[in-house]
């Protein structure tokens, strides 16, 4: 009989800050169940408590700062964190807090999700947010992850004229400090998605995915969390990027749908393979 090691090996362990989500599509429900498919033991501190479904958000009640910082803390004074997470943080306070705590660990993995709407269009983060998030978070940054829409908000300029080019936004982001940024095309007219990696030096890769049908909620939470996840297994951010990407992609390729509302994506879509007859193949991204 196999007897358990005493001391068995700790999995990589990520702290993620981020609003919860009764229906568990998106906000820390999704971060928990993505980060736990991967291998990860996912930690949390609660930024947020939403009334939501996945039909849209009803409302957004942030946790007081001090809250936040206290479930942070006496988390990070007992266990070891590989990476940080970040989502939506709901108040001006709690970037500021945030920004704080994880600049105390400079030299762990941060990524940043700056989800300014939900998939509805629902605000969720205001001017004075995304202005203390631009001055306080990203210079912290290790990789943000932002959809066009958001990339474009959070680099847009009082001197544009019209609207910035992505690669533009990009550079504006690296300029405030971040050292990646991954441009997601969900939300673009094209019949791909293409997301985009750029670095210090322009762009990094291409990859282009089948656009699925449907709408997905919580899809952009799973791409970070997955990004998170890879870095604090020690990949590098290519590659992180690249299989947090095809890890996402099944997941909305196998996404179910639990209500009225969006797609919610199957994080333990592997789980059920052998059931619905899959050969387990993943879809590669075709980088470049």
Not at 157 to 181: F, H, K, T, W
Not at 207 to 234: M, V
Not at 250 to 262: C, D, I, S, V
């Amino acid at each position: 009989m196999n007897q358990t090691p005493a001391n068995p090996p700790r999995p990589p362990q990520v702290l993620a800050f981020a609003a919860s989500d009764p229906s568990s599509g998106a906000g820390v429900q999704a971060d928990l169940l993505t980060l736990a498919s991967l291998g990860c033991h996912p930690l949390t501190a609660i930024t947020a408590i939403t009334v939501q479904d996945t039909v849209g958000v009803q409302s957004v009640h942030p946790v007081a700062a001090e809250l936040l910082e206290q479930q942070a803390r006496t988390i990070l004074e007992d266990m070891p964190v590989a990476a940080f997470k970040i989502g939506v943080l709901g108040s001006v306070e709690n970037v500021l807090t945030v920004a704080e705590i994880v600049s105390d660990y400079p030299e762990t993995p941060l990524v940043f999700d700056p989800v300014l709407a939900s998939g509805r269009g629902d605000e969720l983060s205001g001017e004075e947010i995304i202005s203390a998030i631009c001055e306080m978070l990203l210079p912290q940054t290790t990789i943000i992850t932002p959809n066009a829409p958001e990339a474009r908000r959070l680099a847009e300029s009082d001197e544009d004229e019209n609207e910035p080019a992505l690669d533009v936004c990009a550079q504006r982001l690296i300029d405030m400090g971040v050292q990646y940024v991954l441009i997601t095309g969900t939300h673009e007219n094209t019949p791909e998605v293409i997301n985009t990696l750029y670095g210090p030096d322009g762009i990094i890769r291409h990859d282009r995915w089948e656009r699925l049908p449907g709408s997905y909620h919580g899809s952009g939470c799973t791409l970070a969390s997955a990004i998170a996840g890879c870095l604090a297994g020690g990949a590098s951010v290519e590659d992180a990027v690249r299989d947090a990407q095809d890890y996402t992609w099944q997941t909305l390729k196998n996404g179910f749908r639990g209500g009225m509302g969006q797609l919610i994506p199957d994080r333990f879509f592997w789980a059920r393979e052998d059931e619905n007859g899959d050969d387990g193949e993943s879809k590669k991204p075709d980088g470049n």
